[in-house]
């Protein structure tokens, strides 16, 4: 094998301990600012994932057919579907796991004094766990038996009217559920509270009414109608863009040749402004993260040059000894690479622990917010997302960002006369 | 045709206030197998010279031929090819890399010119026994004597076998026996191997074991003589 790169890779190895308090101090900085990093693109990583299961689990499954002109950002829920028109044959495309009808619809909820605006989710239980998650979700109470009247209720409205969750499961609270028809008549029931819930999902836990789907139709005078019906799909990853879009435009196709007026819309782009907010708040953080990125490679470029001015005399040796000013050069830029690359493995080792820690036991969001309500579709604890390509591109990018610290130092003590170099103290 | 030679060679140093003429119409020829000292008082231009003949610098003015090819004008890359494998140098404060082990320095020599990890060892073991430092080669300088750095510096010159080592006051920093032993040493290798040696001297006492004797004052050859054998040279 030949001697010299060996020799220089071990040569920026060992220049490591020349002076190592400086090194160690260079690579604290370098090791401090991957471990931040990767525990934030960690947390944000986590947040995606956990909103977007808790987006797909609780509402929008993973393909949904609406009513045309249907605007997910503002529902209005005044033209339904007939959920005859969608035999399970009709849904039956592959890769597509289960369907489930839901009927939604602005409501009121009255305790006969005070009354709140609420939003009435109409569900064939039955078939509603097959595609979204309510059977996992923490329930206090139950919900309703086959044929049983009753409603569950969001905890935000439980707490809207003072109720509490456990008096609630015990039986005996009734509250008014008011809808509307769509030819303008109000209707309304005695309902008892079966039981509160809590998905993580803003609309249903602040105020969610969730009613049996007969009993929503009943109230709205809307016999056989709904406003959706969702379909889950087999292990569609969130990344998996093009199957989850082949599905949908086979779906349309079908519909369409059964001369039926809906659309079908992806979860993706039911999501995409949440999606949009999330990557605003990604870019803000990672802009947050490169100010430690730059006081990294500040230290590496700073470590070098320093390293760089001190080896002035033995770099004019080396030249004597018959090293070319570019191999002396790149000995610089090995160095600065290796203060990345060793700084990046002992920050990658911190953070990468670090977050499958919080990838385990995750953050209490409420224990360190308080009760304040956070606009996020998580529920209370937030897990990190330990990602190895994150982690291994880290480590590159340290590697790769500090040897190009190191370049203007290197380029400067390289070029040096190597007479004059050997001058120097 | 003499190894190196130089023709009335100028060397004005431009970077202070003033010009420095260093170097003013040096002229000497330097024949394979020679053991000659350049002496002189600190600041008569020895150091800038033993630069020159090693394409370290570059002359103002005046000719420099090594191996008969003029490298006066030669570019940067070409005399570190010519440094790289033909010429060893020495210097007065050892400059070994602390790093780096006996071995590893003598190595370095050696990794430029593409040789392999085992060949690079083995000729480095070899020549370290050689020059006396046998089981010490995996010693950092640190753990050296001055002696025993320079030997591992004597050791990386030779390692590569070329055709002149150029030393610059490399018993400067030693005490008298010490630098006796290095000097013995050098004549050893001159003798043994028919290395050629250039070495600077202030130091009387070194400049009478030089078979030649090269006197620079001012940046000028005052005199230029063969020294009797007294033993150690053929
Ligand atoms: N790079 C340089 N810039 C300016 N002056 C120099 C430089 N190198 C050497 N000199 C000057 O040239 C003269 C000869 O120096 P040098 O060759 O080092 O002498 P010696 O080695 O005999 O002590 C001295 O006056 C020294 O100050
Ligand atoms: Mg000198």
New interface residues.
Partial sequence: MRGDWIFAARLAFRSLGRNRKRSAITLAAVGLSVAFLFLELGFVAGLEEQSVNTLIDQDYGHLKIVPPDYDPMEPVYDSLLAVDDFPPSLLDLPGVTAAAPRLKFPSLVSDGLDQFPTLGYGLDLERDVEVFALDQTPLIGRFWAPGERGIVIGGGVAETFRLDPDSVAAGGVFLTLVGRSAAGAYGAFDLPVLGVIRTGYPPIDRSGVLAPLELAQELLAAPGLVSEITLRMESVSSGDTDRLQAAQKALQVRLSQAGLQAEVWTWRELAADYLAILNVRKVSSNIASLFFVLIAVMGVANSVLIAAFERTKEVGMLRALGMRSTEIMWQFLYEGAVLGLVGGMIGGALGGAAVLYLQQVGLNLTALYGDIELALPIKDVLYAHFRLDHLLAMIAGATLLSALAAYFPARRTAKLNPADALRAK | MPLVELRDVYKTFQNGVAPVPAVQGVSLALERGEFAALAGPSGSGK??VL?LI?G??RPTEGRLFFDGRDISELP??ER??????R?G?I?Q?F?L????SSV?NV??????L????T??RRMSLEILEHVGLKGLENRRPAQLSGGQQQRVAIA?ALVKDPEIVLADEPTANLDHDTGAEILDLMADLNRTQGTTFLFSTHDPKVMERARRLILLDDGRVVSDRTVPSRGEGT
Wanted: proline share 3%; net charge negative; aromatic share 8%.
């Fill in positions: 150091t800038t630069n090693g370290l610098d940067e890359t570190t090819q010519l440094r790289r494998r010429i140098f210097f404060t400059s890399i602390p790093v780096l590893e190595e370095l020599s050696l990794a430029l593409g040789f392999t990890t060949d690079m990386r």
